[in-house]
């Protein structure tokens, strides 16, 4: 069964941490990059960050702002996403997502495979 499955969301206060992980199974994972993208209530979807299938390359939106690290364990099948110094603006359901492809993608509309997301919320 093709299945991403995010973990690691939940209630955190500003400059926190938080690392989410992604799961995934029925597919080869190593072959394709994944990534996170996010969606805040009444904004649309924006790429947070994506890794190739290799690792070795990666990419992160200009609001990460060397704030966030990407990772991934392909014998493992899991890519996580560092969170740190963590803001208020921050909050959003956060998607692990598979790329079309073996390289780094930028716009949401490359991903063909979705998790069920997973709530970050910045607040004091």
């Known amino acids: 069964q093709l299945q991403l499955v995010e973990s690691g969301g939940g209630l955190v206060q500003p400059g926190g941490s938080l690392t989410l992980s992604c799961a995934a199974s029925?597919?080869?994972?190593?072959?394709?990059?994944v990534g996170w993208i996010r969606q805040a209530p009444g904004k649309e979807r924006e790429g947070v960050s994506s890794?190739?299938?290799?690792?070795?390359?990666?990419n992160y939106a200009g609001f990460v702002k060397g704030r966030f690290t990407i990772s991934r364990d392909n014998a493992k099948k899991i890519v996580s996403l560092q969170m740190n110094n963590l803001t208020p603006e921050d909050t959003a359901v956060y998607y692990c997502?598979?790329?079309?492809?073996?390289?780094?993608?930028?716009?949401?509309?490359?991903?063909?495979?979705w998790g069920q997301g997973t709530q970050v919320t910045v607040s004091s």
């Open positions: 997502a598979r790329a079309k492809a073996k390289t780094v993608v930028v716009d949401p509309d490359e991903y063909d495979l």
């Open positions: 029925g597919f080869a994972f190593e072959d394709y990059a």
């Open positions: 890794i190739s299938n290799s690792g070795l390359s990666t």
